[in-house]
């Protein structure tokens, strides 16, 4: 019953939604709160407060646990997702399932459609998966600083049958501030900075006087003299699965055994080179996605993008740090892994040299696992990202993203911005299909990087009706502007 109920209201709001809407319908979303009826194979995930330990401090964060206290969720491709989402925080909160390509009004971005859930109210949702991989699942509001964000991480029948030991590193930054205190301070230390920078072909370049906010000079293809933003929040704390490398989570792993690592970089603001040090590692997936095996022992990942890597652990044992490196600063986090009876080290929160830059070499290479028919494009669109860091004003100009379903599209997003952007489609997976002006087949992912003065085309089939957000997946320029819509026409 409670089941037909929810699809009638489903469709309902599909219905009630029509075609490109600049200004989002208020719809009766698949909201219930008949917690007490649902049956069968339901999973009850609540949004919790609780209490953490960072430097030796608590601290108050959010979280999502399934009924047995454990944090996000584990399902099967070939099973829907059928969760009753109940918050029990005191205030207004939504979860979006970044990966995943639900039906729009399940898609969990406040107002668009559905409404923000009360507190102590549930909502049902309730789509078919289809595929694995690794995924998240987050606030898309300021609460995400609040580490309201969990893994979500869908094992197909082959992931089960493999021999292999699951780890699961969900990746963090952490400040003892309130999220709103770090965007004031973002948009207040934009006014106060020294503004001695000139413009330089329409581009900013400016020193920092000082504040929270840091800058480096890049050498990335820039002319001489051109400033390059890479981090503008320090942390209090880098994390790994809610833990320091102060207090790491240590995992017990076989001698000789095959472990698979499934990383999400949950960090509001923060990019990392994932260091696997000693151990050779196989990159197999990004953001959920097969691709034609990668080695190496160092990868980066952007905000909201994944990684999938198969580790071999030495015969003889050890302890093996996998370690998040901070992009442009020697902070860093990790986890450890060790074989019974070998003595862990103690690995220094921060490192004797600075993060690599996070670039698009990796992307250039990545390809996928089935190589996508070329198809003709029905519609190409051009965005460019800019900011105003003296406002701390950041926006994506361009072509409306109006689509019609059975589209093929090409989007080129150009970053005339001097920092880094990762771009977040929902609703949909994209290739990416061309970097600076060179066409590739590369990976399919959900989440791409836009490095300084970069320009990367995706591509992607328009097969889910809605009004889909398009975003940068750092934190602050989100709230900032960075923002836009691919809808869709009738
Ligand atoms: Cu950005």
Redesign the pocket.
Known sequence: MYRREFLTRTMAGAAAYSAFNTTVPQIASAASSQAAQVVGSTQRLSIVKRTIEVNGKAASVLGLLRADGSSGLILDADSPLDVELASQIDAPTLIHWHGLTPPWDQDGVPDNPAALIKPGESRGYNFQLGAGGTHWMHAHTLQEQSLLAAPLIIHTAEDKKRDEQEIVILLHDFSFKSPEELLAGLKSSGGGMDMSGHDMGGMMNMDMSGGSMKRHMGSMSMGRGMAMDINDIEYDAYLANDRSLDDPEVFQVEKGGRVRVRLINGATATAFTVDTGNLEAMLIAVDGQDIETIEGKQFPVSMGQRLDLVLEIPKEGGSFPILALREGAPQRTGIILSTPGAAVAKVAAIGEVDGPLVGLELEQRLRPVRSSADRHVDKSFKVS?S?DMAKYA?AIEGDALKVFPGDHVELSISNM?M?????HLHGHHFQVVAINGQRINGAVRDTVL?PMMSEVTIAFDAQNPGHWPFH???L???ASG?MTYVGYEA
């Open positions: 990202l900011g950041w911005s920092m880094s952007h990762p771009m836009l940068c997946h750092h602050y320029h989100m960075m």
